[in-house]
């Protein structure tokens, strides 16, 4: 089992920074790869971006340029920052784990933190 923990979301006003943090817990040994997704009113959950276990980072071609994911130096914090923010980046931010152990693998999901972009 792996326990997400997101923090960092809040209200940000447009052209602002926000960063996104994501501590995962449990059997952290494992995790392949760690991703945010978000989900936005009355939108489907898309994928923002993710980082392997060995360091890869890929993001949706459509936010490519101001978020930014890393990981932590103990490997189980993920992080998201997030640049020049638009009111269209509101949305629930939610931290996924991708699991594999004994060959079956699982996602797992943290509880979402808000970002709300707005003058």
């Known amino acids: 089992q792996v326990q997400l923990v997101e923090s960092g979301g809040g209200l940000a006003q447009p052209g602002g920074s926000l960063r996104l943090s994501c501590a995962a817990s449990?059997?952290?040994?494992?995790?392949?790869?760690m991703a945010w997704y978000r989900q936005a009113p009355g939108k489907e959950r898309e994928l923002v971006a993710r980082?392997?276990?060995?360091?890869?980072?890929d993001y949706a071609d459509s936010l490519k340029g101001r978020f930014t994911i890393s990981r932590g130096g103990a490997k189980s914090t993920v992080y998201l920052q997030i640049d020049s923010l638009k009111p269209e980046d509101t949305a629930v931010y939610y931290c996924?784990?991708?699991?594999?152990?004994?060959?079956?693998?699982?996602?797992?999901w943290g509880q979402g933190t808000q970002v709300t972009v707005s003058s």
């Open positions: 996924n784990a991708h699991s594999t152990d004994w060959g079956s693998s699982r996602d797992y």
């Open positions: 449990g059997s952290i040994f494992t995790i392949d790869a």
């Open positions: 980082v392997t276990s060995g360091g890869r980072t």
